[in-house]
């Protein structure tokens, strides 16, 4: 499965930015991580296309949501309420449904995920 991502951007602290990502293939789960300067890719947020089940960090539930076009194939991660320490390069992930599906536990692992897209970067100013 080949994602592509869009959105991204340049936002002052307080804004909103949506972030999108197209998926060539069915996949099983699609999700986010993000990766600042100096440290590790996290975990951002997921969602099960079976059901719609969602998953967030501690640090951004309440702000962020993330939703899923199934006519599109596609998923969407809509981020308000942006803080300085939201910047990062924000990947795209995906599970292609051909493969095991991803167990509960493990939705916050980036080796689960078998399908990347390319980072799009999120700077957001203070």
């Known amino acids: 499965v080949q994602l592509q991502a869009s959105g991204g951007g340049l936002v002052q602290a307080g804004g909103s930015l949506r972030l999108s990502c197209a998926a060539s293939g069915r996949t099983s789960v699609m999700g986010w991580f993000r990766q600042a300067p100096g440290k590790e890719r996290e975990f951002v947020a997921t969602?099960?296309?079976?059901?719609?089940?969602?998953y967030y960090a501690d640090s951004v539930k309440g702000r962020f949501t993330i939703g899923r076009d199934n006519a599109e194939n596609s998923e969407f991660l809509q981020m308000n309420s942006l803080r300085p320490e939201d910047a990062a390069v924000y990947y795209c992930?995906?599970?292609?449904?051909?493969?095991?599906?991803?167990?509960?536990?493990?939705?916050?692992?980036?080796?689960?995920?078998?399908?990347w897209g390319q980072g799009t970067q999120v700077t957001v100013s203070s």
């Open positions: 969602i099960r296309w079976s059901g719609g089940s969602t």
């Open positions: 992930a995906a599970k292609d449904s051909r493969r095991n599906r991803i167990i509960t536990s493990q939705l916050r692992i980036p080796d689960a995920y078998d399908s």
